[in-house]
């Protein structure tokens, strides 16, 4: 055999090996169309739910693909990223709350406070397993896209209270990482 011979058998074989590991990271985040699904069908508006949930898809399935600390970030970063849609589906399901004449709604609240919450499960996880900033970008950006299915019901105020809420959580997690660095 010559040498044209082995680049291209070479060529074949990476390019089976990388639909390979497509295949499989298709597969195996799948189950993240269901919480798309969930919310988008629990949720107040069900488009923007779904339009988040194919990003949260893409976004893992690139990540699982790519390997590395990507792929590391996404059990965390999604499973952080559902503290907010579960707290904005079930409060949406008890509505107002009011307090003498004063009613206010709880679902801004629970986009904050479940931001909150995720950003200080990811910066948990990432401070004690010093991971490096792919992993903490990655696992922003699973963390916002779970969210903002869940948060998407409240429109962009509900979007911006979910960012605030991760970075406020995030933030104390990135100082350490950073002084360590």
Not at 4 to 14: A, Y
Not at 65 to 93: F, H
Not at 105 to 125: D, R
Not at 138 to 145: E, N, P
Request: charged share 10%; hydrophobic share 50%.
């Amino acid at each position: 055999m010559d040498s044209v011979d082995l680049d291209h058998i070479r060529h074949n074989v990476r390019i089976a090996y990388e639909w390979s590991r497509l295949r499989r990271a298709l597969i195996g985040f799948a189950p993240a169309l269901v919480v798309a699904a969930v919310a988008s069908w629990l949720g107040g508006n069900p488009l923007s739910s779904a339009s988040f949930g194919l990003g949260l898809y893409l976004a893992g399935v690139v990540a699982l693909w790519y390997g590395r600390e990507p792929q590391r970030a996404v059990l965390p970063g999604v499973v952080a990223g559902l503290v907010p849609v579960v707290l904005t589906i079930v409060t949406m399901r008890i509505g107002h709350v009011c307090f003498g004449d004063q009613c206010t709604s709880v679902c801004m609240a629970a986009c904050v406070v479940g931001g909150m919450g995720a950003g200080v499960a990811v910066g948990i996880v990432g401070v004690r397993k010093h991971y490096r900033w792919l992993f903490w970008i990655t696992a922003s950006a699973l963390v916002l896209c779970t969210g903002a299915t869940g948060c998407a019901c409240l429109g962009n105020a509900g979007l911006a209270g979910l960012a605030a809420g991760y970075g406020a959580g995030v933030l104390p997690a990135l100082a350490r990482r950073g002084r360590r660095a």
